[in-house]
């Protein structure tokens, strides 16, 4: 499953220019993220997809991306860049050897592995 930019605020796919971070986790197989294009339908299609066939890690990791990515938005303003990382993908499988990335939802700001709590996030993208 390729990764994605998508922009959190105005929900367009771009590249990841200016601030952003990346999400590297489970997520549901049929979960693509470049079908997720606007914010407010992360949490319903998420919904849709656990409520077929995720594990548990995936609805965890699913469920703390979404959260995360609203809390980020609210404390940072403005548009931010997210590219989705699936960690069965060949990209996330090198993100997590190259940052030893811990069990479950892992953040990355400017290349570098940060705790994945808003605050955490938002400082990072602000230094």
Request: hydrophobic letters at 45%; charged letters at 20%; a neutral charge.
């Amino acid at each position: 499953m390729p990764s994605s930019e998508t922009t959190a605020s105005t929900g367009s796919i771009c590249p990841m220019a200016g601030r952003g971070f990346e999400l590297v986790g489970l997520y549901p197989a049929a979960m693509s993220p470049c079908s997720v294009c606007r914010l407010d339908e992360l949490a319903t299609r998420l919904a849709a997809e656990e409520a077929r066939e995720a594990s548990a890690a995936a609805r965890s990791d699913a469920d703390g991306a979404a959260r995360l990515l609203a809390a980020v938005v609210d404390r940072v303003g403005g548009t931010v860049n997210v590219r989705l990382t699936p960690l069965d993908s060949p990209r996330g499988l090198w993100l997590s050897l190259r940052h030893r990335l811990p069990n479950g939802l892992a953040v990355l700001v400017d290349g570098r592995h940060v705790a994945a709590e808003p605050e955490a996030v938002a400082a990072a993208l602000r230094a």
